[in-house]
């Protein structure tokens, strides 16, 4: 492994938290990632899960080396003017990866879509986010209600932020 998974960078999936494994399978089929067994309901309002063991160890370093070039500093969304701006409030580092990037994407999206029960389609592009020691996103709610961020419906998209195309 060239960096280490744990503990480097969190990857945001929307409705639950993802625990990394080792494992020799680049791409797992998607029928063999729901194991019962490997996942932790953490909350039932709103329904939260863990699921350990989602990706594989070869899935995370791919993501790593596709993310490490384009990390920059975290930024957060203006509350009165929906701007990008740099805060104390988030300090890591992050890059999103786009849709169907590679196939090595492309069988992480299809991962979620199968343990979701929500189609490909519906996915947004994977956000990395580095999270070196003593750094932070402090405790927020995720919403907008500046007229920007509404008109996009409610979608936040910072300005200048690079995507891994």
């Known amino acids: ?15 639950f938290l993802v625990q990394l494994q080792s494992s020799t399978s680049l791409i797992s ?21 863990v699921y350990e063991g989602f990706l594989t160890d070869l899935e995370c370093d791919h993501l790593i080396s ?8 975290s930024a957060v ?19 999103f990866i ?12 299809d991962k979620l879509s199968t343990w979701t029960f929500l189609p490909k389609e519906n996915g947004e592009d994977l956000q990395v986010l580095r999270y070196q020691h003593g750094q932070k996103y402090d405790a927020h709610f995720d919403y907008f209600h500046d007229k920007v961020n509404i008109a996009r419906g409610g979608h936040y998209k910072p300005k200048g932020r690079k995507h891994i195309c």
Do not use: H, Y
């Open 1 to 15: 492994m060239s960096m280490s998974c744990r503990g480097l960078l969190l990857l945001f999936v929307t409705v």
């Open 29 to 49: 089929s998607p029928s063999s990632i729901i194991n019962p067994s490997k996942v932790k309901q953490v909350s039932s309002k709103p329904r939260a899960f």
């Open 66 to 73: 596709l993310a490490k070039e384009n990390l920059q500093r």
């Open 77 to 95: 969304a203006d509350n009165d003017n929906g701007e990008s701006q740099v805060s104390d409030v988030r300090t890591s580092s992050g890059t």
């Open 98 to 109: 786009s849709k169907g990037k590679d196939p090595i994407v492309s069988g992480i999206e």
